[in-house]
Structure formats: C-alpha cells, structure tokens
C-alpha cells in the first residue's frame, strides 16, 4: 500500500529501503545463490533490524527492487515474466490479482505459516500469498474545513455536491492501485449501470487525476506534510485509511490529534499479496523470503513502516496506529471474479469518460 513511508524516509526512522538497477539473476546465481532479490512497488518499507535478523538466520542478503505504483510495477513484471528482475514479487492486491494470475506471473509455493492467515484474507490455490491489508478511502484536511466553517464529506454521494467542487485530487486508475480502488469501489457502490454517472458527476464537480499516490497525497493534498511544503490546494485526496496515524507519529512536534481525518463511507478494501516469480532464479532463497514475510515479527513490524494492517492471527497493532487510523467498519468490497470480469472494460470507460 499498498504506499506510505513518504515521512519515514524523511525523519530517518531506521527503515531500509533498498534499491537494485536492473535484473539480479546474475547475482542470485553466483555466491551459492546468497542473494535473493524482491521486487515490489515504491511503498515497500521494513525495519533494518528485522531485516538483519532474517538474513542473518537465512543466510540470504536481501536486495529490493522498487518499480513504481503498484499498477506499474504489476504490469512491468508480467511483461518481464520469462526473465524476471527479482524472486518475489511484493504488493500485488485484489484489484490486480487476476491479470498477474492469468498471465502466468507466478509459481506455486505454500509459505510456511500460511495457516496462520486470518479466514477473511485467504485466497483459492498456492500461486500468491496475502500479506497485508488496508483501506483505501477518501482523506481530508481538517484545518481546511474548520476554516471554511464546512462539513467534510462523509460518504461518496457527498463527493458530488456543490459544497465540495474542485476539492478532491485522485489517482489514475489505469496506473495507479488507489486509483483502481477507488474506481471499483464506486462500482461496487453504484453498481454496473450507475458508476459511470456518478463519475460524469463526479468530473462535473472539478476531481483532479494524477499519475500516482505520491503525487496525489505529498504534492496535491493540502492535509499531508508534504502538501504544506508543496503550497497544495486540494483539501480532499484518496488515500488510506491508516494515512492520518503516518501525519502525527512523523511530525516534529507530534500533534495530539491527527491531522488529517477518513471519509468512512468512501473506503475500498484492499489486501496485497507477495508470491515466488516464475523463473525465478533463486526459487530457494524466494520461498525462504516469503516465509519470512509471515513471521510474526515482519507482521508487527509492518503497520509503523508501510502503515498497513496485518493478516496473521496474534499480529499486533501498535496503539497509535489503531487511535488514528483504525480500519474502516463497512468498506465497499468486490468478489475478485467480478473485479477479473469487468476490471479491463472498467478501466477503458472510465479513462474516456474522465480523462478525455
């Protein structure tokens, strides 16, 4: 979510965020294959010492690929299949499964702790492995609608009123896994023959498209630190859910309140997954590094890092993580069929009709 480190990067929190040029066959297979490469999208964030610990007791060094928003990185990958850049492949979610399942971009591997995975968040077969899971939802700038004297939007119908015209920036949905959420979570809400009306209404009413989260969240959205930095105008941005708990546990001085407020009635539900590539060249150190991202300590390491949820039994949250960025109560969801369905054609209107 992914999506999400953006302040931890800039305090220097002791996160490692790793970064290889090219493809790490070569390396993979030389030193007696000790290298084992992930590649993922640019949200993938995890703690050097829990990383140290895990190559210390597996004997692999873990290198990172990092390839852009989940979209860009779903669809590099498939088309790099016969000679992958890395391993694993970390940060597909729901709305993209299907397209890196049908297109062959993984091997069967049952991580050890599989067992573990909450009922909610397993999937059919062995091919990928879910790992984390989050809530995209609609984000707004407190201090902005205090000082406006107005309500911020709770539901997506509120998103299309007058009150809130030329007020929220999204992410593309055709590159963008946010984006894509949020697309299908008005699908989801509105139904096939209403979607495409509530985004004339929505366009109407003045929504900016950017490429990708970063953008929209660090340079658009006036909530965010980096938005203030950026002089942003847009008070309303799709994000996540867990984005307001990022705002105070990264500010200097940490504020007693968050920021940044969740529209609940606009939220999407997304889980990611992570699963061996096919080809990979080190398929051992893969498997070893898949496990390794169900153990309990990379779970709990994760919502402080990637501010994400965990999907393992007995996983725990830290305090401010569910004080400021608890999960949505009734999120919009969609059966992946349908999302394999539809999600292409979707896609396609939904770029015409907004876009062009």
């Known amino acids: ?83 992958p850049q890395g391993d694993v492949f970390f940060g597909v979610d729901n709305t993209l499964l299907s397209r890196a399942l049908d297109n062959g971009l993984f091997q069967s591997y049952e991580a050890k702790g599989a067992d573990r995975i909450k009922a909610g968040y397993r999937v059919d077969g062995d091919k990928v492995t879910p790992i984390d899971t989050g809530d995209i939802c609609v984000n707004y700038d407190k201090a902005y609608f205090t000082e406006h004297k107005l309500q911020p939007p709770t539901s997506y119908d509120d998103l299309i009123k007058p009150a809130y015209k030329n007020l929220l920036v999204t992410e593309n949905a055709s590159t963008s896994s946010p984006g894509l959420g949020f697309l299908l979570g008005s699908a989801a809400k509105y139904g096939d023959d209403g979607w495409e009306g509530y985004w004339k209404k929505l366009k109407a009413n003045g929504v900016k498209v950017v490429d990708g989260w970063e953008q929209a969240y660090n340079e658009e959205f006036s909530g965010s630190a980096g938005g203030k930095k950026a002089k942003a105008d847009r008070p309303l941005v799709v994000s996540y859910a867990s984005s307001p708990p990022a705002e105070v546990i990264y500010a200097d001085p940490k504020p007693t309140t968050a920021p940044t407020g969740v529209a609940q009635g606009t939220c999407f539900r997304q889980i990611e997954y992570a699963g061996l590539l096919s080809n990979a060249a080190n398929a051992k150190g893969g498997k070893a590094l898949l496990d390794f991202l169900l153990t309990k300590e990379f779970q709990q390491d994760m919502p402080l890092n990637m501010f994400v949820y965990p999907v393992v039994t007995g996983a725990q949250v830290p305090a401010e993580f569910t004080q400021y960025g608890p999960q949505a109560k009734d999120p919009e969801t969609m059966d992946p069929a349908k999302i394999a369905d539809n999600r292409d054609d979707w896609v396609k209107s939904w770029t015409s009709l907004v876009l062009k």
Do not use: P
């Open 1 to 83: 979510m992914n999506n999400k480190k953006f302040l931890a990067a800039v305090v220097g929190l002791g996160i490692v965020t790793l970064s290889a040029c090219g493809s790490s066959s070569d390396d993979s297979k030389s030193s007696g294959s000790k290298s084992v490469t992930l590649v993922s999208h640019d949200s993938w964030a995890v703690s050097k010492s829990v990383l140290a610990d895990f190559e210390k007791k597996s004997g692999y060094q873990v290198k990172v690929l990092e390839d852009g928003d989940a979209g860009q990185a779903v669809n590099k990958a498939i088309l790099t299949k016969d000679n």
